[in-house]
């Protein structure tokens, strides 16, 4: 079934306040949320989504790009998790062929010993990988390191390792779980928040809603409630618990990684380099995406939760440090195109040490006394066994009834239905019309679809992103429907006057920019330079 449902907000307000008990309400829109959604649906659960601010606005959009098992939590010992991770990545390479693909990756080697050392570690990776491994991995001479690194630091290198794993566009894919959703009969709303959980007898038997547009609420009822809100899903808790009087402890440590992104120039070619362990023992990567450079990450705690979260500038000058020993032309602030920062929701430990790089990335689901079920934790490339997992604690607590296991392995997404001997255009290329997959057709047949505002960006992907992507504001489409913001802050300012031209036409109203315009200036710029 190839349908391409549209996204009228009105029509879907309609249903929204149409009564009717819900088997499952999920609250979050972010990638665990929509698994739950699509798992439930696809299940023959009745289900309701409803997402605060826009899909993916989160976290969820803010990932280093990566479907893989986590060379890092292997060296930690996470092995559980590692093996989790790289047989899920299959699943999500299959789903999504157009918006997830293998990448290789080579991690250059300076001493003598780096090779054989990281080389057997990697072997392990392949080895935890079993059938869905994407490739073996192979020791390197430094020819042929350069070779495939044109653009790394040749004085002292001795070789390599290359091994295999996977990218993806994380908000295109988290857009992609929702209209997939919706497809299976799931009602999903974005600039839907939860202003209160309602209880009878102490238990939680629905939600009220209102939109964050009109300012109208509803009363949803349901079964089961589902807390997937990530980094946020401590305010929910307690709103749950202060209705019996009761609090609760958090759940969360927020860690914060910063992404700098640069021309792709400072490491042409379509393979990424990993370095395993920089001098504080953290991971630096440098993945080719969307015809840019992501540098990245750090893991920084935080004890606050913002929506909009912005890079320290000791994280920028840590990744931008680290990459002048790795790059042969070194970055500099200069060099810098966009930045961001997303809120890793990782689970509190018993015993708080401070230093979330040791905390682990598995998820946990907890069930109040109210019956209100949280997840959080865990890691993009896990998302549909979380989801498997959070289902299963709702049947098992009694919440929702017996539908049987999980349909979600490998179920194809929306965009997904290549034509046979269609291959996808890789991830490392400029976003453009093969962004759509089988959609791309549709696509082109809108008006506009020849008028170009940017590489890219057609004047029909604006229409397309409010017809049939839930797309409301500029930021919508220029931050996670297209990815300029991501990619260029400062061409994304500049786009912002005329998107939300076209997005005044399909919403009948006038769009404001101001907002997105500011936001495209913090990203244009990565925190103020330290005074030395």
């Known amino acids: 079934m190839n349908t391409i449902l549209p996204t009228d907000r009105a029509a879907l307000l309609a249903r929204l306040a149409e009564p009717r008990q819900y088997d499952l309400a999920v ?52 092995i559980h998790l590692v093996r989790e991770a790289l047989h899920e990545r299959v699943h999500i390479l299959e789903s999504a062929p157009h918006l997830a693909q293998p990448l290789p990756f080579v991690m250059p080697s300076y001493r003598l010993w780096e090779t054989p050392f990281y080389g057997t570690g990697l072997k392990l990776y392949d080895l935890l990988a079993g059938r869905a491994g994407l490739g073996a991995t192979e020791w390197l001479g430094a020819r042929e390191t350069l070779r495939e690194l044109p653009g790394v630091q040749p004085r002292g ?22 209209r997939t ?35 109208r609420a509803w009363r949803i009822a349901a079964g089961c409630i589902v807390n997937a809100t990530g980094v946020w899903v401590d305010a929910l808790r307690q709103q749950d618990a202060r209705a019996a009087g009761r609090t609760v402890a958090p759940m969360v440590a927020p860690s914060q990684g910063v992404h700098l992104v640069v021309e792709q120039d400072f490491l042409p070619g379509d393979h990424a380099l990993l370095v395993p362990s920089t001098r504080d023992g953290r991971v630096l990567f440098a993945v080719p995406w969307l015809g840019k ?9 935080r004890s606050d939760v913002p929506l909009e979260p912005r890079p320290q500038a000791a994280e ?37 040490s401070g230093d979330t790089k040791a905390i682990s990335r598995e998820h946990t689901v907890r069930i109040a006394r109210s019956g209100l079920v949280t997840v959080t934790g865990g890691k993009w490339t896990t998302y549909r066994a979380m ?29 997904a239905e290549l034509a046979p001997g269609t291959h996808p255009v890789g991830l490392a290329r400029p976003q453009g019309l093969h962004s759509y997959g089988a959609e791309a057709a549709a696509v082109a047949a809108l008006p506009g679809a020849d008028r170009w505002l940017a590489g890219g960006l057609s004047e029909a992907m604006v229409r397309f992103a409010v017809r049939h992507e839930y797309a409301r504001t500029v930021e919508d489409v220029l931050a996670r429907r297209a990815r300029c913001l991501f990619l260029d802050a400062a061409e994304a300012g500049r786009l912002a006057a005329p998107v939300a031209a076209i997005l005044a036409q399909e919403l009948g109203r006038a ?10 200036r913090a990203y244009a710029e990565p925190g103020e330079a330290p005074v030395r």
């Open 316 to 352: 920028v000058d840590f990744i931008l440090a680290e990459s002048a020993r790795y790059l042969r032309r070194a970055p500099t602030r200069a060099d810098i195109r966009s930045s961001w920062a997303g809120l890793r929701p990782l689970v509190r430990p018993d015993e708080d």
């Open 511 to 520: 769009v404001d920019t101001a907002g997105f315009e500011a936001l495209a």
């Open 27 to 78: 609250v979050g829109g972010g990638a665990t949320g929509l698994g739950v959604a699509l798992d439930a649906a696809l299940r023959g659960y009745s289900v309701v989504l409803v997402e605060a601010h826009d899909f993916a606005k989160g976290t969820s959009s803010r990932a280093t790009k990566l479907v893989h098992g986590g060379v890092r939590y292997l060296a930690q010992g996470d």
């Open 387 to 415: 989801a498997e997992d959070v289902l299963g604690h709702c049947v098992q607590a009694g919440q929702l009834a017996p539908r049987g296991p999980a349909r979600s392995a490998g179920f194809r997404l929306v965009g």
């Open 157 to 178: 290198l001795k070789g390599g390792v290359r091994y295999w794993d996977g990218q993806f566009d994380d908000a295109r894919l988290a857009l992609a779980l929702a």
């Open 181 to 215: 959703a919706a497809r299976q009969g799931a009602l999903v709303l974005n600039y839907c928040e939860v202003v209160d959980v309602l209880h009878e007898a102490g238990r939680a038997v629905g939600l009220v809603v209102r939109d964050t547009e009109g300012g």
């Open 293 to 301: 450079l992501i540098l990245g990450t750090t893991d920084t705690p």
